[in-house]
């Protein structure tokens, strides 16, 4: 058996006494978490030894003050007092110790009583600089927390907004994309089919664009047509012998057939394509 363990059986009969000592497994574990708790023990009884001791010392000390005070009392013949003077005295000894007097006369008391309320006054004046200005710390703060929750509401929905916009944005850039492939591959084919059909010798003004504006010459030829199919109605109602009447009639009727040629023609042209 070690040094270590000659300690710890020593502690345990110690502590245990007349008893005898329970069981216990012997291992790493329980010898460290016993040698832990026997030092523990030596410190605190080394502790508990140290207090006792000056313990003692301020009973003598105060014993000797007792007495010192006792015979004091008795050289001035107040060896024996009432419970009522007792009790005034005790008052009067925990006033001073309050006021932090160095010496127990009237003028003491008194100035050390005006310094502490004068000292009251200012301490209480303190509290209610300082409750004020809690209450204005605390109206501010309550500002500042709805102004804070007003912002970061703010912030949410332009948050939001923001989240919208973007994905509109990509949707927008997506079909803007897909209408722009589509463009440049319809204007591919374009180009394939209109070398295709000039190789076989087809007329260009079949073209769509040639169609297209074809139409647009029969839109105007027709709108042409009706202003000069009631001008010329109006030359209809002049007298029959009037020869520049039948002249100018001869003239209008020359140019809405010329116009109504070209419209029989266009549409032919339109039907055939």
């Known amino acids: ?104 006369t009237t003028s003491s008391y008194l100035l050390g009583l005006t310094a ?40 949410q929905k332009a948050e939001n907004i923001d989240q919208m916009q973007t994905a509109k944005s990509h949707v927008i850039e997506k079909e803007t994309q897909f209408l722009h492939d589509k463009c440049k591959k319809y204007k591919s084919h374009v180009t394939k089919l209109e070398r295709k059909l000039t190789k076989t010798g087809i007329d260009p003004s079949l ?15 027709q709108q042409q047509i009706g202003p000069l199919k009631e001008q010329l109605s109006s030359y209809q109602n002049l007298p029959l012998d009037t020869s520049l009447a039948r002249l100018k009639v001869e003239e209008l009727r020359q140019q809405v057939a010329a116009l109504e040629q070209q419209l029989l023609f266009d549409v032919d042209m339109l039907q055939f394509s």
């Not at 769509?208 to 030829?221: D, I, P, Y």
Request: aromatic content about 6%; overall charge negative; glycine content about 2%.
């Open 116 to 155: 502490f309320a004068q000292e009251r006054r200012r301490t209480a004046a303190e509290r209610r600089t300082e409750k004020a200005l809690s209450s204005e710390l605390l109206q501010k703060t309550t500002e500042a927390l709805h102004r804070l929750q007003c912002l970061q509401q703010a912030s």
């Open 207 to 221: 073209y769509h664009g040639s169609l297209l504006r074809q139409a647009c010459q029969l839109m105007e030829t």
């Open 1 to 104: 058996m070690n040094t270590s363990s000659q300690q710890l059986q020593k502690w345990l009969q110690e502590i245990f006494g007349t008893e005898s000592i329970p069981q216990y497994e012997v291992n790493d574990t329980t010898v460290c978490l016993l040698t832990d708790m026997m030092h523990a023990y030596y410190e605190q009884s080394f502790y508990m030894k140290q207090i006792s001791e000056d313990n003692q010392q301020k009973i003598q000390e105060y014993s000797a003050e007792a007495e010192r005070l006792e015979r004091l009392l008795q050289s001035v013949g107040l060896s024996e007092l009432s419970p009522q003077t007792t009790v005034h005295l005790r008052n009067l000894s925990s006033t001073a110790v309050t006021l932090d007097l160095k010496q127990p």
